[in-house]
Structure formats: structure tokens, C-alpha cells
């Protein structure tokens, strides 16, 4: 019974490692969503520029609306 369980633990581990793998090479993920929001405005939010600073902006949700397709990847992630 003991290596029933064993072997049991041993495919779902080999099965949970090739999906891990298979993701992080791109596998298994949309290339684009599409993104819909309401008019709806953040006053005074905190922004991070390039240069690391920080300045409080005008943040207006519907201009982010539109397709946005995956082009590579940066640190790991999906950029």
C-alpha cells in the first residue's frame, strides 16, 4: 500500500513540475486580453517615474482600455 501512495506522489510531482516548466516558457497562457474600464478618475495618485521618483497625478481608468498583447518577457514575467 505504502508504494501505491509512493508512486502516486511521484506522477502528480512529475505531473506538477512539467506544467511549472511548460508556464514559465510561455505555455499554457493567453497572448492578449482585452481590457474595459469605466470613466472613472483617481485624483492625486502616487505615479513612479523612470528615475525612481514619485509625483502625484491625474489617473483617468479609461485611458488604459484597449488590447494588450504579450511582447516577451522581462524578469520571468510576461511584458
Known amino acids: ?5 509512493f508512486a502516486n506522489g511521484l506522477v502528480m510531482l512529475a505531473a506538477l513540475t ?6 514559465n516558457a ?7 486580453i482585452s481590457i474595459h ?5 483617481w485624483e492625486e495618485a502616487w505615479i513612479k517615474l523612470d528615475d ?15 488590447i494588450y498583447a504579450e511582447n ?3 524578469d520571468g514575467r510576461p511584458k
Open 72 to 74: 516577451g518577457t522581462y
Open 1 to 5: 500500500m505504502r508504494s501505491v501512495y
Open 26 to 32: 510561455g505555455s499554457f497562457r493567453c497572448n492578449s
Open 18 to 23: 512539467y506544467l511549472t516548466v511548460e508556464q
Open 52 to 66: 525612481g521618483t514619485y509625483e502625484k497625478r491625474l489617473l483617468i481608468y479609461s485611458h488604459f482600455n484597449g
Open 37 to 41: 474600464m469605466t470613466d472613472d478618475v
